[in-house]
């Protein structure tokens, strides 16, 4: 099983982050691993809000669908994908900080065909791309390009 969570602080309210990353339309801007995805419920984002994508991972694109499992204004949004190589459950956390937001992504997947033989570096490579994408939106929301992202 493939586990990661990575974090970044953004210096700017929690209301403005929260803002940015539900809206769907910005995912492929700073997700490096997300080329397309789409809401495929109508309204606004919340539990039952479902979503379809795809994803490039080691050099392999694959398609998947999530669901909504959980949904706090400003504060938490969770969702389980499934698709025919994965089965994953992630979670998007947002809190305030001393500067500004606390953005933390959480994933955790089952992984089959040639990405479960291949754990190890999955596991790398995937927490590599989770870093690069928080970086991108680190550095998208603060315009003015303060210091490096802090991780955690």
Known sequence: MA??????????????????????????????YLPKVEQT???PAGVGTTFRGSSQFLGRSMEWTSDVTEYEEN???????????????????????????KFTMAAEGEFGGFFKLAEGMVNRKWRAQMDESLSNLKKMLEAAGSGPAERT
Do not use: C, H, R
Not at 84 to 92: D, I, K, L
């Open 3 to 32: 586990k990661v969570e990575v974090s970044v602080v953004i210096g700017k309210p929690v209301e403005e982050v929260f803002a940015y990353v539900m809206d769907v339309g910005n995912w492929p801007k700073w997700n490096s």
């Open 75 to 101: 504060s938490k949004m969770a969702q389980v994908v499934t698709s025919g190589s994965m089965n994953m459950q992630m979670a998007m956390l947002f809190e305030a900080v001393q500067g500004g937001t």
């Open 41 to 43: 419920s109508e309204g």
